[in-house]
């Protein structure tokens, strides 16, 4: 039996083309949203690699697209791996997420169109409802299933923002530029 693999619209591609930063929140986003906390207080997430990734590629794809990160949470492990990766916006603790966009919308110069937003949950609807490209994981809340234009074919946790990544490369002509080398 031939599987078809599922292509994504030509509306998505248009509004992946016009991304210049991708914000982003990370419980149920980049991690499963399951917390591990130690007896100290510590929390510990699980990260995935797909996902680890996809910052390395967007770095080397020349494009300039900046990367964000608000969550309503507050982790010491969010702070490092946002150094870590380099992450150039981020905002932990925010009940709130039109304040922090708004303060990258205006600190960086973009629109609204400018933006994608990949969320998961009731908190990421307001950003959901304006970004120019609104993307969920598969396993979101429901009622955020309306507000996205795209729902991703994984789950939290399992490689969401490299499948986002992808799909942006793509539209915007620098997929070979990143991967060319390991088709050969």
Not at 70 to 84: C, D, H, M, N, Y
Not at 154 to 161: A, D, H, I, R, S
Request: charge should be positive; include cysteine; aromatic fraction near 8%.
């Amino acid at each position: 039996m031939l599987v078809r693999k599922k292509t994504i619209s030509r509306g998505i591609l248009a509004r992946a083309k016009k991304i210049k930063i991708i914000v982003m929140d990370v419980d149920g986003v980049l991690t499963k949203g399951e917390l591990i906390i130690l007896d100290s207080g510590e929390e510990m997430k699980i990260w995935d690699i797909k996902d680890r990734l996809a910052y390395t590629i967007i770095r080397k794809s020349g494009l300039g697209i900046k990367l964000a990160w608000i969550t309503g949470r507050e982790s010491r492990q969010v702070t490092a791996r946002a150094k870590e990766l380099k992450i150039d916006y981020v905002y932990q603790g925010v009940a709130d997420k039109l304040k922090p966009i708004e303060e990258i919308i205006k600190k960086g110069g973009y629109r609204y169109e400018d933006v994608c937003y990949i969320g998961d949950d009731w908190l990421d609807i307001p950003i959901l409802k304006r970004a120019g490209l609104a993307v969920c994981p598969a396993d979101a809340v429901p009622d955020v299933f309306r507000y996205a234009h795209h729902r991703t074919k994984v789950e939290g946790g399992k490689g969401v923002l490299r499948e986002v990544a992808e799909i942006i490369l793509k539209s915007q002509s620098a997929f070979n530029k990143v991967f060319g080398g390991y088709a050969k």
